[in-house]
């Protein structure tokens, strides 16, 4: 791809070419080059030709990002305000950025856990739009992330299931996923503070029209599934939603809806919420992953 206003957003010393863009599957993801964050953080069309990339292909990857942690939240701040997450800590010096270090040290339960396939925070009454993520120190091999497009994954869906889940709404929680781990007191506490969200099981992206599958390892169970129209008698109910509600989860599973990335210090992964699932992968022996990310607020579902 090339733009008229692009070799003004690299560095002095970098190739005098424009963005360039390589898409990575068939289904979702390019990776950028020729781009410095930093610098495109201070050009406001250069910002919005990366919207464009973003919502064509929902998560995008740039390398050699040696920036700054005010530039890292700088470019995040062109797309939304920025939110706190209560199990990612704060950077001190760069409010809006949080930090997920994980290290040896951290029990395999705890600082070290890796969570199911999810969209952040879809417990809040406005999830994400979306992320930026940077690596600042990963393991030579393993602790990969993947993510699933969620607009093919409705797609593929079959009509009668379409038909079926098209009114349906979901109740998300945070206290069932990393409150879990909580004693009973701090987790009844999280639930006060962060009350459960309820969402449509099939979301309309703000800015595409798209349609988008939207339950994933957050979602615990429909909110309206028990009406005449599904429910005969009795509790007959109750497999028939638990099991299609795990089905639906289960879309963000197939490989062709997929992109795998490999981490590299300076790497940064910015990926629209909205539109699509991630999961990072814990294969990786005992070492460091540090990890820096501007988590941008997002809007109502509908």
């Known amino acids: 791809m090339t733009t008229a206003f692009a070799p003004a957003v690299v560095r002095a010393d970098s190739l005098p070419d424009s963005i360039k863009v390589e898409q990575l599957t068939c289904a979702i993801g390019a990776e950028i080059s020729n781009v410095n964050l930093g610098v495109a953080s201070r050009d406001p069309e250069t910002m919005v030709e990366i919207r464009s990339l973003l919502l064509k292909h929902r998560v995008l990857f740039f390398r050699d990002q040696d920036i700054t942690r005010p530039e890292h939240v700088a470019f995040a701040r062109h797309f939304g305000e920025l939110t ?3 199990y990612a800590p704060a950077d001190p010096d760069a409010p809006g950025l949080q930090r997920i270090y994980k290290s040896p040290e951290s029990p395999d339960g705890a600082g070290r856990y890796e969570s199911a396939w999810h969209s952040d925070a879809t417990w809040r009454e406005q999830p994400p739009l979306g992320c930026v993520l940077r690596c600042v120190e990963c393991p030579p ?23 079926q889940i098209a009114d349906l709404r979901a109740s998300h929680s945070l206290q069932s996923s990393f ?20 969402h449509p099981v099939v979301r309309t992206h703000p800015e595409t029209g798209e349609k988008v599958l939207f ?11 028990h009406t005449p129209a599904n429910v005969r008698y009795g509790m007959d109910h109750a497999p028939g939603a638990s099991q299609l509600l795990q089905y639906l989860i289960s879309r963000a599973f197939i490989p062709e809806y997929q ?30 992953r540090k990890m820096e990310r501007a988590e941008i607020i997002g809007e109502a579902v509908f």
């Open 84 to 86: 706190e997450h209560p």
């Open 141 to 163: 091999v393993g602790g990969d992330t993947m993510w699933a497009n969620m607009v093919l994954a409705y797609e593929g869906l079959p009509e009668h299931i379409k038909t």
């Open 179 to 198: 409150g879990a781990v909580q004693p009973i007191e701090k987790r009844l506490a999280l639930k006060a503070q962060y009350p459960d969200a309820e």
């Open 215 to 225: 339950v994933s390892a957050y979602a615990t169970h429909f909110t309206n599934f």
């Open 259 to 288: 992109v795998r990335f490999r981490w590299k210090p300076n790497s940064v992964a910015m990926w629209d919420n909205r539109s699509t699932q991630h999961l990072a992968v814990m294969d990786y022996p005992p070492c460091h």
